[in-house]
């Protein structure tokens, strides 16, 4: 299965590291693709953007930064960006993009997070949850590093995906691996996601503590209609992308805070 023009933002690696989701042996050619393409360049951070809205002066972390685009356009509307990714690659070029001063870190998200528990506003995961098997861990050490009443924006492929492309389709209520290769420059790389039904994914953000606040199917940004003719009808019609804000609840009142 091809899905060259399908780049998820940012990377995560699978229990096969050196063979699938391997993103340093081809960070250079993902990154190049992943600048201007339809799905990322004119939907993918558009709406994550349209979701964190004003985000001057808040901390927040993108875990599994890649290259860095996110990052960069979080720090143009004033935010205090510091960026993890387990591909030390795809980390080079993000400090290429962001400069020797940012906040940059090699971390695995399924291990322990660097930072102090409450360090961050915010956190965006931009199409990088669907990595993983077990969002449970993931879940609760993004809670921990966040302040309470603060967000998890995230991104995963829509969960009617890999139902649609794969051949039997599988039990939709399942949480079932698929397979695929994407090409870029002509080298063909090996994949695999993770599809969950969407009642795991919002009962693993329940179950980590989250308040789910929006789930979210938007639209790819008008001006890609006339740059892309040829493929903005399929992404304005069918579902892609699916986002989620959800929230550590406040303290109640008079509890001390944490």
Known sequence: MERATDVPESSERSADPGRVNDYDSFAEAYSAENENSLVNAYYARPAMLALAGDVAGRRILDAGCGSGPLSAALR?????VTGIDVSAGM???????????????????????????????????????HYLEDWGP??????????????????????????????????????????FHWTFGGRSVPMR?????????TDAFTSAGFRVSVISEPQPDPAARE??????????????????????PPPTTGSRRT
Request: charged residues 25%; hydrophobic residues 50%; aromatic residues 12%.
């Open 227 to 248: 740059l892309f003719p040829d493929d903005f009808h399929a992404l304005s019609t069918r579902p892609t992308f699916l986002f989620f804000v959800v929230e550590v």
């Open 76 to 80: 143009e509307r004033g935010a205090v």
């Open 91 to 129: 980390l080079a070029l993000a400090r290429r993009r962001l400069g020797d001063e940012a906040a940059l870190h090699v971390a695995d998200l399924r291990d322990r997070l660097p930072f102090a528990d409450g360090a961050f506003d915010d956190v965006v995961a931009s199409l990088v949850l």
């Open 138 to 179: 993931t879940l609760a050490e993004l809670r921990r590093v966040l302040r309470p009443g603060g967000r998890l924006i995230a991104s995963v492929d829509h969960p009617v995906v890999a139902y649609t492309i794969q051949d039997p389709r599988p039990d939709y209520f399942a949480t079932t691996s698929y397979d």
């Open 193 to 201: 996601f993770w599809r969950k039904p969407l009642h795991a994914m």
